[in-house]
């Protein structure tokens, strides 16, 4: 009998201190195993598209949207857009990589400023745009700037169209061809009571007129575009990240690149998608179509 009881007591020794060493360990886990049981369920990434567009801002955007679309904790967008638009080849760039995004995932538009022009044409495939009363949105046109014609004094061309690269005829071809493109997309992607006659004309409405006419869903604020993006998700705990773009330079502020090469620049035709004054030179000339593409 004591011998039984000395087994016991040696067996039971270790047993306790193991069961107690559990006990603490399993204490000390707990914290760990909640906060992983509660952790957010995604992402809504905060997307900038600020100032006039062009191949440095487009490009900072467009990588910005990439990197939502491969990252797997992100399961929605909001883009933060305050732009009257700029260059019309990079603003239907960045309309497709919108596009492409709300293919994936839900995507929403916080304007909070203006989204006009290419600025709008960027907006308008998302699944909401917010608004505030007092920001603008539409300018739904493109311009073109053309160089002089022939070849400057000191230069000599195998062809009459190798500096401009196009007529001024050919030119309002391209501008046409363009607004089409956008007031199509407009119609496309969004349910406004204008007609494209209507569109064409380029007006600039307020955000509450803007609700009232389709070209925008929502008056609220940037707060209002992410909790509606997160909701659409299904993300009922989540957490924010703001992509920011780079500080934009003083050329990316007048609607020229920043990263340029110290190659010679041959005067070209340019097209844009901007709403306001553009700063050129007095002597080109400048196209702006009506709704039927004539002067």
């Given at each position: 009998m004591n011998r039984d009881r000395g087994l016991l007591d040696r067996i039971g020794g270790p047993v306790v201190v193991f069961a107690v060493v559990g006990l603490l360990?399993?204490?000390?886990?707990?914290?760990?195993?909640?906060?992983?049981?509660?952790?957010?369920?995604?992402?809504?990434?905060?997307?900038e598209v600020h100032g006039t567009i062009n191949g440095d801002t487009a490009a900072a955007a467009m990588a910005d949207l990439r990197e939502a679309r491969?990252?797997?904790?992100?399961?929605?967008?909001?883009?933060?857009?305050?732009?009257?638009?700029?260059?019309?080849?990079?603003s239907e760039q960045l309309y497709l990589a919108v596009k492409q995004t709300s293919e994936q995932m839900p995507v929403m538009v916080a304007v909070t400023g203006s989204a006009l022009s290419g600025g709008y044409y960027t907006s308008?495939?998302?699944?909401?745009?917010?608004?505030?009363?007092?920001?603008?949105?539409?300018?739904?046109?493109?311009?073109?700037?053309?160089?002089?014609?022939?070849?400057?004094?000191?230069?000599?061309t195998t062809g009459p169209d190798k500096t401009t690269t196009a007529t001024q005829a050919e030119a309002r071809r391209r501008v046409e061809a363009l607004r089409r493109a956008f007031v199509g997309s407009v119609v496309a992607e969004r349910n406004t009571s204008l007609s494209a006659s209507e569109l064409s004309y380029a007006k600039v409405y307020s955000g509450t007129s803007g609700v009232e006419l389709g070209l925008a869903d929502e008056v609220g604020g940037l707060d209002a575009a992410i909790?509606?993006?997160?909701?659409?998700?299904?993300?009922?705990?989540?957490?924010?990240?703001?992509?920011?773009?780079?500080?934009?330079?003083?050329?990316?502020?007048?609607?020229?690149?920043?990263?340029?090469?110290?190659?010679?620049?041959?005067?070209?035709?340019?097209?844009?998608?901007?709403?306001?004054q553009l700063d050129v030179s007095d002597s080109a000339t400048q196209i702006e179509v009506t709704i039927n593409g004539t002067n």
């Open positions: 360990v399993g204490a000390a886990l707990v914290p760990y195993a909640w906060g992983a049981s509660t952790g957010p369920d995604g992402t809504v990434a905060v997307v491969q990252n797997d904790s992100i399961e929605a967008v909001v883009l933060d857009v305050n732009s009257r638009g700029g260059l019309a080849s990079v308008a495939p998302a699944d909401e745009i917010y608004v505030t009363p007092a920001s603008t949105v539409g300018s739904v046109g493109v311009r073109a700037v053309v160089p002089p014609q022939g070849a400057p004094d000191n230069q000599i909790s509606a993006a997160a909701d659409e998700a299904g993300l009922s705990d989540y957490e924010t990240v703001r992509m920011e773009s780079p500080t934009a330079s003083p050329l990316s502020q007048i609607g020229l690149n920043a990263s340029g090469d110290d190659t010679v620049d041959v005067d070209t035709t340019q097209y844009f998608m901007l709403h306001g």
